[in-house]
Each structure stands twice: as structure tokens, then as C-alpha cells.
């Protein structure tokens, strides 16, 4: 069993900044996978950036060279760090992790930014 909680979200001025973070309840050098997930209103949740196996990156084209994903192995802790963010990130975003085939998911902590 795997638990995640997110923080840092909030409301921002478009081309501001926001720092997530998700905290796991286990070692996160054994996940299959773990990142970032989101949802606006209306839409189906997509991936936004994320680390895979052994520690490659992977970002959506929309968030490339704006969004930088990293981790603390030591703390069990992602971030994503967030700049130049415009209103169509408004979203809910989630902390996603693979394990043994089994995926778990955050609470979700929500994104707002004000243009």
C-alpha cells in the first residue's frame, strides 16, 4: 500500500510560479513510475510529467521547457515545479505512482491561474 499527499497548490498570476509537492508513504526508488497527473473541468485527466523505471523524464509537449519534475529520494518527495504558467494549466493536479502493477493516486490539489 502506497499513500501520497500533495501540497503547494493554489492561485497565481498567469506567467507566475508554483512549486507541487508529494510526499510517499514508502521508498520511492522502487516505483514503476511516479509523477504528475491533471484535470480541468471537462477533460479527461492527462499526464503531465512523470519519472519512469530508472529515472528517466517524460513531460506532455504543453509543459515542456516551462514545468521541471525532480525528486528527493532521501525524503520520499517529488516536485514539479511550475513557471511561466498560463490559464489553460488550471487544473486539478494528482500524484500518481506505479507499484507492482498497482497504481495509486493523491488527493489531488488544485491549480488556478488568474490571466
Known amino acids: 500500500q502506497v499513500q501520497l499527499v500533495e501540497s503547494g497548490g493554489g492561485l497565481v498570476q498567469a506567467g507566475g510560479s508554483l512549486r507541487l509537492s508529494c510526499a510517499a508513504s514508502?521508498?520511492?526508488?522502487?516505483?514503476?513510475?511516479m509523477g504528475w497527473y491533471r484535470q480541468a473541468p471537462g477533460k479527461q485527466r492527462e499526464l503531465v510529467a512523470g519519472f519512469i523505471g530508472g529515472g528517466s523524464t517524460n513531460y506532455a509537449d504543453s509543459v515542456k521547457g516551462r514545468f521541471t519534475i525532480s525528486r528527493d529520494n532521501a525524503k520520499n518527495t517529488v516536485y514539479l515545479q511550475m513557471n511561466g504558467l498560463k490559464s489553460e494549466d488550471t487544473a486539478v493536479y494528482y500524484c500518481?505512482?506505479?507499484?507492482?502493477?498497482?497504481?495509486?493516486w493523491g488527493q489531488g490539489t488544485q491549480v488556478t491561474v488568474s490571466s
Open positions: 514508502r521508498s520511492i526508488g522502487n516505483f514503476n513510475f
Open positions: 500518481n505512482a506505479l507499484y507492482f502493477a498497482h497504481a495509486y
